[in-house]
């Protein structure tokens, strides 16, 4: 919401939570880190108190020059190093607290009961339960048999919180100066028992000197971080999947706790699944960067830069698991009775890379002309190892390896390595400030293809007109009408040397060009004895090479009023080919059986992306008071012009193939809305399984008119499932002490769909309605509901004909947020303005995510979580206090 083009999608919360970012809706970034292409797993652990700038690097004219891997746009960095003054300190302190943006009640034991018996009578039959089993439900009295159990109010906390230091120091002089960074961060979630949790130890170290007789400057940085999470590991749950789906899916009516109030014995209790006594799963991940580069500016050649960089990174993750379920109790005992046999499987993952960087530029002002120019070579080298063992079936309950029975051991291993590199070349020109003209070439290599197709060559152009430099343009600059005016328009190719991840059907595996085989070691018994198995790996495919991604942006940015008014527009096109894709037999005249499919070919695939971008904004100040306000817009949309992977058949069926048609959510049947009599139900096409159907039940549309419904009336439904339009207002503004910041973000364009829980509920439940919002059912008098009528067995009793796959179901995602806010007040300002030993003494407050208005909240769903169960960690609302001081 900060920048136009940046789409940022939440994914819920979480310990350590990622989110999906894109640029322009592309897939994720690459991230530069001073210079260096780091792994995006470094950019999200970096300490935010670190970070000089991010730059957003958008169209083929900014990013080419980075290459391979650079088509989905660039998050660049830049850290902070030392500054020339004498030594300065400053420590910050942050405390958060999370709790759900929205996170409706649970429907308790004795409303499911009342429901139960409405839903019966709907169909005709007695009532399931007495009004004496109703009351004991609410009063309480019988808690075992007729229990009322809140799994929330059991599991889970308020709030969760999360503690932040960061301490810094810095000085030096123009010839050597220095910068030392640590940081710390404990984050808790929001289970009642702190059995997960993440810390994370930052440290940062820069160094620079410079020799300025001879113009050659040295920097040393080095950075890395040391992180380890924990989370419960119980034979039933082992992740936010397990433990949030049975918070929300257990019936109330069974008891959690037992009567001297120890977890009661029985099925998916989450209060064992989060307890402390139970197994864990631990990460641990380090990593430790370290860069040194040199700059002679030449002396005898003015304006020729020389620079040489090396970088190396090494990461090791060690995870350890540990499945060992909490005792639980009988109802009346104190004797815990164990679960499932504890497991424990170990993995440990090392990486290292290095790159090597050489680089000449030059500079220089002829009168009105300004040229420069760019020439390198660049070359990274990686290796990959892991291995990984586990055993089963302990008796002892010790989470050692040595104390698992040996005839359950497993192991396994792998190693890989990886290589890139790539000459640049870049030249700028501009006349007078008025005219400007960029072009980069880059020619790429990638061990990801055959010997022969390794190499790609890549080209991007850029053009610009400072219009307000123009004498025209003079009288229109003294009035203010535009301070400011610069048409711009830039077009190029950017290669990739993979698509998608390992599900993308045109994801490309490493040595995938080469004819491979799959052992076995247990693939066959002969005379009692294992033998070893070969098997045959996918034909190899000598037409993999580069996928090239042709981008084009035009745009403007101009300024007015005094330069209080201000903005830009973009409108970009991205076109992606060279995809490879195995043909079908029949379409490439193969009809001999080859027991595989065939090798991998050179396809006329292509696939677009488009949209465009805005920005407006107002800056002024009145005496001390300064503030700023902007709306930042962007849209983009995509398609397949052309899909092999798409079958003949899907493709002919226009309703609901893919190639030609923009993002759409999935198929399914568009619903006309509920049948209103019997007569209605009799003259209407039905679905072929829908039976007893009645008034309230869906009624869906007969696209062919063959009088049924079935697979052949399904068609594209929905706007797909990522935003595809997003958005921000921010208000910023100062008085003299004083400093406040608020964003307003939202997004829209893009539909969820509920998933079955959200529908219809759980056998737990006897599927019947979770939360208040679901009751709103239809009957006779209520035939504007949001949900079908009340049956007491979903499913079954209609032939499931409610529930089908159709646009009833589907909310609109889009929202509206408070994303965040925050306000300071700098007691250097007037309170401790004479107090020399403190340079800063800063307090803040601030939040995210404060208040949303969104469909999906109607329906107990954060827009920013995609689960359509409710199964994951909810996304959070937060509040936090930060103090900031100098020294």
Partial sequence: GRAPGLVIQGNGGGIDKSSTITIRGGDTPLVVIDGIIRNYSDFKTLSPADIESVSILK??????VYGSRAANGILQVVTKKGKEGKMSIDYSYNLSLAQPSVYRDRMNSGQIAELTNEAYRNDGLDDYYTQEQIDKFYDGSDPLNYANTDW??????DWAPTQKHNLTMTGG???????????YINQESLYKVNSHNMQRYNVRLSQSAYIKSIGLRETASLDGYAEEKIHPYTSTADSYYGVFSHIQNNSPMLPGLNSLGLPYIGPDNPVVETSDQSGYKRENRKMLNAKLQLEWDVPWVKGLNLRGAVN?????RRDKNWRKDAPQFAWDSDVPQGGGEPMLNRYTESNYYYTWQWFASYNRTFGKHNVSALAGYEATYGLNENESMGRTNYVFDIDQFGSGPEATTTIGAGEGEYGRAGWVGQAKYNYDNKYFAEFSLRHDGSDQFPPHKRWGTFWAGSLGWSVDQEKFMDPLKEKHILDMLKLRASYGEVGADNWGDGGNPYHVSRYSYLSSYGYNGKGAVIDGKYYGTFNEGAPASTAITWFTSSQANVGFDFSSLNNRLYGSFDYFMYKTKGFIYAPEAKNA???APLGTSLPKVSTNAEFRRAGYEFQLGWRNNIGDFKYDIALNYTYFNQLWNNDPSESITSQMNPRTRRVQNTDYLTTGYHCLGFFTSDEEIHQSALPTNSKNLKPGDLKYEDVNGDGVIDGSDSQRIGRGGFPHSNYGITLGASYKGWSASILFQGAGSFD???GSVLRYGTANTNWMPLYEFMTDTWTPTNTDARYPRLTHNAGNDNGNNNYLTSDFWMVDGSYFRLKDFSISYDFKYSVLKKCKWLTKLQATI???????????FDYGMDPENANQENYGYPNERVIAFGLNVGF
């Fill in 59 to 64: 169209d083929a004219s900014s990013t080419a």
């Fill in 152 to 157: 929330r109010k059991l599991t889970l906390r």
């Fill in 589 to 591: 005249g193969y009809y």
């Fill in 312 to 316: 190396y990174n090494y990461y090791i």
């Fill in 846 to 856: 601030s939040g995210q995510n404060i208040f949303t208005i969104s469909d999906a």
């Fill in 173 to 183: 002089t123009e010839t050597n100066n220095y910068l030392a960074s640590l940081g």
């Fill in 752 to 754: 969820m769909m509920l």
